[in-house]
């Protein structure tokens, strides 16, 4: 097929390419000159982060899917290998430049280990993680859409309802360079990821023991853009605050008090939820990961593909696990990217935890998921 | 029923710009002259972003 008949075979999606590319730079320069620089610039990672994801398919539910029902590993090891490159910079990073950077650093709870277990779950039923959802909605995907303002609502209740659950029962913060040492850390994660890599690995069908060139250049590209995001916010890459914010300045305009929680009332959450969003870190990689995805999908003339249809019980299903992946993660302190990716890489336990636990409840989502009507039907 | 997947990202974006213009005409201007530095590494100044691994009352 010449190049021509690929353009005229390309949905028409309104957009041009050019158009989109004008608008993004506008978007980042706009932002840069309003908010600052430095918020200009966490906007452009934010659609790197969303260029990649979308562009390259580098994502977190849909490889741990292909991991349990058919043992195919490459997503993950590809997840594993940029967590990896991750730690590699991070941890000499944050070990010489305390206060200035820190890490996804979180304490092991009964809650936090529950939450991580309810997020894989819920993550397997809409087939998008924190960061897929972004992605998944920006690219046009309907039940993404529908989940994610239930997912700022829930995340927004959930860190409403923090502390209770953090009294349910919570060990103190463990991380691998308090226990080894910030070189020992790093080599003990290090091990553990690659001792993870080698298992699923071996437990392939041989042909399925490579990974794409796709994927390594994904992994290169996501772990550049978290370092990037760790050098300039001077904290690790994360999704679901910023989501939980958008709901809260919401509730607030609506007039709802929120002294009553202890998360919502603290000093700098109450200062977070007037300023504006324009100058919260998480907030505008959200937003760039929108755009990101939005921008690949006109790219590849994404928006005119045809979509699946559901039963009315996989719409209601897609909006409470939206509910429960926004209220869950923030008891798990992250998602996919804040724990998993984020806290594995800057050496916290609860990375950890959060990886079998909601690698668990991804075992039982991905049963359930037929069983309520979100595999669709022609 | 919509077939497209135009209209759901239209309709994201167009929530998105909705959420911006909302909070500024909420009175939540950022300062530019206000703003940190670029860079947090070695700025000399303490992280102070929200996220969601921070427990309450950070």
Partial sequence: ???????????????????????????????????????????LIGLGFGIALEGLRFGFAGPWRAQ???????????????????????????AQNPGELVG?????????????????????LVLGCGSGTLVNAGSGNAVSALAL???????????????????????PTVTAAGLFGPTGGLIATLAALAAVALFVLARAAPENRRLPRRLWIAAAAVAGLALLNLVVAGQPWGVVYGLGLWAAKGAQALGADLSGSAFWSAPGAVERVRRSILTDVTSLTNIGIIAGAFAVAVWRGGLGA???????????????AGLLMGYSSRLAFGCNVGAYFSGISTGSLHGWAWFAAAFAGSMLGVRLRPKLGLEGRS | MIRSRRPVAGAVLALLALLLLLDIAGGATPNPYRAPPLFALGSGQAASGGHCAAVPGR
């Fill in chain 1, 306 to 320: 045809d979509r699946a249809r559901l039963p009315a019980t996989a719409w209601i299903a897609a909006a409470v």
């Fill in chain 1, 104 to 124: 996804a650093h979180a304490p092991v709870g009964v809650a936090m280990i529950g939450g991580a277990f309810v997020f894989g779950l819920c993550m397997q």
């Fill in chain 1, 149 to 171: 303002p239930f997912f700022a609502v829930g995340s927004f209740a959930g860190a409403y309802h923090l502390d209770w659950w953090i009294g349910l029962g919570s060990a």
């Fill in chain 1, 1 to 43: 097929m010449t190049a021509w008949a690929l353009d005229e075979a390309r949905p028409r999606t309104g957009l041009s390419r050019a158009t989109v590319v004008v608008l993004l730079t506008a978007a980042v320069g706009a932002t840069a000159l309003l908010a600052g620089a430095r918020f200009g610039l966490l906007l």
């Fill in chain 1, 68 to 94: 349990i029902l058919r043992r195919e590993p490459a997503g993950l090891v590809a997840q594993l290998l940029a967590i990896g490159l991750v730690a590699l910079a991070a941890f000499p990073l944050i």
